[in-house]
């Protein structure tokens, strides 16, 4: 069914455009890599998720009594965010190492690999919220009443994912530490981003802290999207955005001014 | 006659940096790049190719004729001069390069064709000449990683053979194309297909393939072109 409904959005919108159709075949057989040599496939871009959603919400729910209404489904919003764009980053550090038998024997726009990374990222992710949407009938929870903000919310989520992993890129093949450096980075910014905790206790105890980290807004505004009885950040979301767009801006700007420079130590 | 590549005081000079470094060591060479060794791979190379020309390159190993290549496909970035190049399609044809190993051949054809501005309709129309030439009816949908090097050479050659680009880097390509037969097929492809008409910069050891093709010669010794001739008299130069 998925090949099926990716099929259908290849003819309509990629045919006979060489350069969407180039990024689209990276992105596919990327994505076909990640999980169609595993036995079990696509699934386990489920099953992780799903076991930390499970694991969290005993914790939460049993050990320390937290009583908040679709706990679960709250916390997979928030996780499956935080968990993209971990993914995102952290692989986009090695596209141009991986993709070095591209880069060196053909002439091509490199920004394109990185399109190709963030599509096939996102294939996974929205197999992920696919499953969401069926927890959600399932259960008998609303979907929130901002829906409609939800593609905002995912340009702002490619945009901060994207430009993080421009420039991990860039430094991972002349400082090789900057992964390990991340993998702290992002369970750190795991704890702090919006996953466990609600917007009103951002803004009651640290509200600056929304304004330096732009996924607390990223992960808020997707509960608002998705979850009924959760509240919109409209300004927060916009300043997100607009910071999203700079810094992929300059992320680009980066990557043409030094890519060539840093795949000679690759 | 048109330029099609234009080769101006190009010049490339790498740092060799030492790995076995103390920590500290390490975390300085981050912000100092005084200490690494340099090594001037091309020292000013000035060269026009013509459309439809073969250049023949010859010389010893880490003379800089691979680093010459890399520089005109825009893989590297010079250190200064500069490469010209008219409209078209590239592609650099080298040994077991420019497949993803995990992937099948059917989709390496693919992404190597998307890449060389092909659409998936060229592609999907070509991909039957492309498996036939290659002989590799049997193993399309067997990752890449198992097949001989012999396997991959003949499918990169038969994606560049169908790819229609306008210049080819030819990078000791002919060496280990397969057995006799398929060199042989191959050869006579090349002569037919990209030899008439195409630009083509040709690096390699084999003379004989060099004498037989190229219209010129250029020596590269230690990163500087020291002379260029036709191809009798550079061979003979070269062995002299």
Request: charge should be positive; charged fraction near 20%.
């Amino acid at each position: 069914m998925i090949k099926k409904a990716l099929g259908h959005i290849y003819i309509k919108y990629f045919s006979a455009n060489t350069r969407l159709e180039r990024i689209w075949k990276i992105a596919q057989v990327d994505f076909k890599k990640r999980y169609y040599n595993d036995a079990f496939g696509l699934l386990w871009a489920l099953i992780n998720p799903l076991t930390q959603i499970a694991l969290y919400y005993f914790v939460f729910t049993r050990v320390f009594q937290r009583d908040q209404e679709n706990y679960a489904l709250y916390l997979f919003c928030g996780i499956l965010i935080w968990l993209a764009f971990s993914q995102a980053s952290k692989m986009g550090s090695r596209v141009l190492i991986t993709k070095k038998y591209l880069t060196e024997n053909i002439q091509f726009d490199w920004i394109d690999l990185y399109s190709s990374h963030m599509i096939s990222i996102f294939m996974g992710v929205a197999f992920n919220f696919l499953a969401y949407f069926v927890i959600l009938l399932l259960t008998g929870a609303g979907i929130g009443s901002y829906f409609y903000i939800f593609p905002v919310v995912l340009i702002t989520w490619y945009l901060l994912s994207a430009s993080a992993a421009i420039l991990l890129g860039l430094i991972r093949p002349i400082f090789d530490d900057i992964v390990h450096i991340w993998d702290i980075f992002t369970l750190v910014g795991f704890w702090v981003s919006g996953v466990f905790f609600s917007g009103q206790f951002y803004y009651e105890n640290y509200p600056w802290f929304v304004h330096v980290n732009p996924f607390v807004g990223v992960i808020l505004n997707t509960r608002a999207a998705l979850l009924e009885n959760n509240a919109l950040y409209l300004p927060l979301l916009i300043e997100n955005l607009i910071f999203g767009i700079v810094l992929y801006t300059v992320s680009v700007f980066l990557f043409r001014k030094f890519a060539k420079k840093v795949i000679e130590k690759v | 006659m048109d330029i099609a590549i234009e080769i101006k005081n190009l010049k490339k000079t790498f740092r060799l940096s030492n790995k076995n470094l103390s920590f500290t060591k390490r975390i300085w060479r981050l912000f100092d790049f005084s200490q690494d060794r340099r090594f001037e791979a091309l020292k000013g190379i000035n060269i026009d190719i013509k459309k439809g020309e073969c250049l023949g390159i010859i010389g010893r190993n880490g003379s800089g004729k691979s680093t010459l290549l890399k520089l005109i496909i825009g893989a590297m970035e010079p250190d200064k001069g500069s490469v010209i190049k008219t409209k078209g399609k590239i592609i650099r044809l080298a040994l077991g390069m420019g497949f993803d190993i995990n992937l099948s051949a059917r989709d390496n054809i693919y992404v190597n064709g998307t890449i060389l501005g092909l659409t998936f309709k060229e592609i999907g129309d070509k991909f039957e000449e492309i498996i036939e030439f290659s002989e590799l009816e049997d193993f399309i949908d067997t990752p890449i990683k198992f097949y001989s090097s012999g396997m991959r050479s003949r499918l990169s050659f038969a994606i560049a053979l169908h790819a229609d680009a306008d210049i080819f880097l030819i990078d000791e390509f002919f060496g280990d194309v397969g057995d006799e037969m398929f060199k042989e097929k191959s050869q006579k492809a090349f002569e037919d297909s990209i030899l008439k008409g195409k630009t083509i910069i040709h690096v390699s050891h084999s003379l004989d393939l060099i004498k037989e093709h190229c219209d010129r010669v250029m020596i590269l010794n230690k990163g500087e072109a020291t002379i260029f001739a036709t191809p009798d008299e550079a061979i003979a130069a070269y062995k002299g």
